[in-house]
């Protein structure tokens, strides 16, 4: 049991440090955003975060 445990912790710290790399060796560098308005990609297919997506249907409902 405590061996799973420190094998859980061990593999979320290695994570952890990887995924974080890129801001550790490049100076200023920060994390990227991970939300759905700040990708260029999804913003040209059209596609929105719900929030958006809510503030657009409630615009269009108040037309009618």
């Given at each position: 049991?405590?061996?799973?445990?420190?094998?859980?912790?061990?593999?979320?710290?290695i994570?952890?440090?990887?995924l974080?790399?890129?801001?550790?060796?490049?100076?200023?560098?920060?994390?990227?955003?991970?939300?759905?308005?700040?990708?260029?990609?999804?913003?040209?297919?059209?596609?929105?975060?719900?929030?958006?997506?809510?503030?657009?249907?409630?615009?269009?409902?108040?037309?009618?």
């Amino acid at each position: 049991m405590v061996e799973t445990l420190l094998l859980s912790v061990l593999i979320i710290a290695i994570a952890m440090v990887l995924l974080s790399v890129r801001v550790f060796l490049k100076k200023g560098a920060s994390f990227r955003s991970q939300h759905i308005h700040d990708s260029k990609y999804l913003r040209k297919k059209g596609i929105h975060c719900v929030i958006d997506q809510d503030r657009e249907a409630r615009a269009a409902n108040k037309a009618y």
